[in-house]
Structures are given as C-alpha cells and as structure tokens.
C-alpha cells in the first residue's frame, strides 16, 4: 500500500479506486515535448511511460538520456521508463540520474533478470520487468516477488499505433493468478494498442496500469481522452 501511495505523490489528482494512466510520449510532438509535457502535468495521466528504443532490441530507436532528463525537468507526474534495449544493466543508473522513477527492462534482455532487479531496487527505483507477446507470464513464477510492475507488451514493441492483440486478456487473467497466488503487490500494466474498447476487458482481467499512446495524441482533446479511460469501469 506504501508502495502505491508512493507512485502517486507527484499526482495531484488521486484515485485509488480507477485504473491508471500511462500515456506514453512516443507518440507526443517531439519538435513541442515540453507543452506535451505540460498538458500531461494538467491531466490526470498517474505517469509519464517513457519508451527507449536502441535499434538493436527492437527494430526503431527513439531517444535515450538526455530527453528523458529533460523530460523529467518539466515533468509533475513520475516516469515510468521502459527500456526496449539490450545490456540495460549498463544504463540503468544513467536512467535512475534522469528521473526515472519505474524502471522496466525486457525479460527477453537480461540473462540475469534477478541481478539487474536488484540493482534497480538498489538503486531507489521500482522495478519493472516487460514480457513481449510471445513470452509467458509463468516464466515469472520464482521472481515475481521481487518486481513491482509488469508490462505486459500488447503489440510486438518498437512501434506505436500497432494493433492490440487478442491474446494479452489471457495472459493479464494469468498473470493476476500468479500475483494473488504469490501474495505480492505487483501491479500489472499493459503497452500497446490501448484504447476505449479494449480497457474495460483490461481492467476486468486485472489490468492496473493502461499504456496509451496514439489513443491519447492523436484525439482531439487529449486531457478529456486520460480523463475517459481513468475513468472507465470493467
Ligand atoms: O512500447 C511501445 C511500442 O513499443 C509504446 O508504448 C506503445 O506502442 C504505446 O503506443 P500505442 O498506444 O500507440 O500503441
């Protein structure tokens, strides 16, 4: 519970009941990141999901270091930073000096994923593992107890805009029953193809966390898009 009431001290608007927002700024303006930034900050977003891309783990790089810092300069909401990168152990307390609050690394990247959790632990951060389509959650079984967040990648990573696929709602009701049959806190979040059709089935899986990234930049009205899907029910 500390845990949770941690993640969310930089919001200002909190609901422990509603699930929560990740929009990710992959798909923000990058040539206007700080007013993307800004409008986040006026949302209801719970976190800022910050996707680095090395061109080597996924087919498509997107910034690294320096944006994430100065995305953090301007930031109110913590960042929740998925790397989509190989090596991360390298990186990880460059991430933590930029501002990273969750740390995420690829179960598909590190050989020693108990190791690289306890140096993000070390660290300050929570930490994140993330499992591409084809990677069961039962891999997790003997180290869920030591990771707070699970991305679960609903497309396959290195875009945005992809298609949502059908079978995440399986391995989200999975991975609720490892968690509950475990006893941890591990909260379970959801990257790729997110929107306002999906989230409710989402959420009565046991989603916890919602990516959202087109759905969020590309609508009309972003602020009022968070607004409707924190606010959807199962
Ligand atoms: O991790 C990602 C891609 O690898 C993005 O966070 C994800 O694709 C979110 O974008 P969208 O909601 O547009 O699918």
């Known amino acids: 519970m500390l845990f949770f009431y941690s993640f969310a001290k930089k919001t200002k608007k909190f609901n422990p009941m509603s699930v929560k927002i990740a929009p990710s700024i992959l798909a923000s303006d990058f040539a206007n990141l700080q007013s993307e930034i800004e409008m986040l900050n006026a949302s209801e977003a719970d976190y800022i999901h910050v996707d680095i891309m090395d061109g080597v783990f996924v087919p498509n790089i997107s910034f690294g270091i320096p944006v994430t810092e100065a995305v953090n300069r301007h930031a109110k909401k913590p960042l929740d930073v998925h790397l989509m990168i190989v090596n991360p152990d390298q990186y990880l307390e460059a991430f933590h000096k930029a501002g990273a609050e969750i740390i995420s690394v690829h179960y598909e990247a590190c050989d020693h994923l108990h190791r690289t959790l306890q140096a993000i632990r070390n660290l300050g951060c929570k930490t994140g593992v993330a499992l591409n389509p084809h990677t069961s959650v039962s891999l997790l ?33 999975q991975l609720k029953a490892l968690i509950e049959r475990k006893g941890t806190s ?13 989230a409710p089935l989402l959420i009565a899986a ?6 959202a990234g087109n759905f969020v930049f590309s609508s009309n009205d972003p602020i ?10 199962n």
């Open 186 to 198: 591990t909260m379970i979040e959801i990257d790729g193809g997110v929107n306002e059709n999906n």
């Open 141 to 173: 079984e003997d180290v869920i107890q030591d990771i707070d967040l699970v991305c679960l990648m609903s497309v396959n990573p290195g875009f945005g805009g992809q298609k949502f696929i059908e079978n995440t709602y399986s391995k989200v009701r």
């Open 206 to 211: 046991g989603a916890d966390v919602l990516v």
């Open 224 to 233: 009022e898009t968070i607004k409707r899907l924190k606010s959807l029910k």
